[in-house]
């Protein structure tokens, strides 16, 4: 089975920040990588695929990168409706289709 | 307008049955995966089987097997999750979610809030 991990489990930042989560897979694959993001109560939403294809929609401080075994999501400037969890998410053609165990992302 | 629709909150007590339901619209029904998705309280997604209402192929998560249920009626557009016998670690909010073979997880239902409890 695929394992994913993500890093780190939960952040604070300021308004305006940089931010970056890292997913790692392991054994790797291509790059049928997608994140999601899960605001409290809320039912999740898809911001990018395919590893670094951002999604109609979801503004472009969003981005997404990697390949193999490792992914990361930057969001370029942290906004105050940024606040959630984000997974990050192995899906294809053949299960299993795991999910990473996500980060929550707060303001400081 | 695709959508998922969810049947609404259960609470359950521990060793009954239960079947869940997830409508789907606004596409073609037979040609998209459901999968089920689970969150216990307070943590994260889990991926627990995918089913193809075409043909009904089912695939399940090892974490799952054995566990549920995964089924469809494609007659009347609507895939199930059930359990035999529910117990309290079954408690959590369940997601259908739409699937293109080889495309992420896009349309999501709205969730369906299961409590087990005595």
């Known amino acids: 089975d695929i394992q994913m991990t993500q890093s780190p489990s939960s952040l604070s930042a300021s308004v305006g920040d940089r931010v970056t989560i890292t997913c790692r897979a392991s054994?790797?694959?291509?790059?049928?990588l997608a994140w999601y993001q899960q605001k409290p109560g809320k039912v999740p939403k898809l911001l990018i695929s395919?590893?670094?294809t951002l999604q109609s929609g979801v503004p472009s401080r969003f981005s997404g990168s990697g390949s193999g075994t490792d992914f990361t999501l930057t969001i370029s400037s942290l906004q105050p409706e940024d606040v959630a969890t984000y997974y990050c998410?192995?899906?294809?053609?053949?299960?299993?289709?795991?999910f990473g165990p996500g980060t929550k992302v707060q303001i400081k | 307008e695709v959508q998922l629709v969810q049947s609404g909150a259960e609470v359950k007590k521990p060793g009954e049955s239960l079947k869940i339901s997830c409508e789907g619209s606004?596409?073609?029904?037979?040609?998209?995966?459901i999968a089920w998705v689970r969150q216990m309280p307070g943590k994260g997604l889990d991926w627990m089987g995918i089913i193809y209402p075409g043909d009904s192929d089912t695939r399940y998560s090892p974490s799952f097997q054995g566990q549920v249920t995964i089924s469809v009626d494609k007659s009347i557009y609507t895939a199930y999750l059930q359990w035999s016998s529910l117990k309290a670690s079954d408690t959590g909010m369940y997601y259908c979610v739409r699937q293109h073979s080889g495309h992420p997880f896009d349309y999501w239902g709205q969730g369906t809030l299961v409590t087990v409890s005595s």
């Open positions: 395919a590893a670094s």
């Open positions: 054994p790797g694959f291509s790059t049928y």
């Open positions: 606004g596409y073609s029904f037979t040609d998209y995966w």
């Open positions: 998410h192995k899906y294809g053609s053949a299960p299993p289709f795991t």
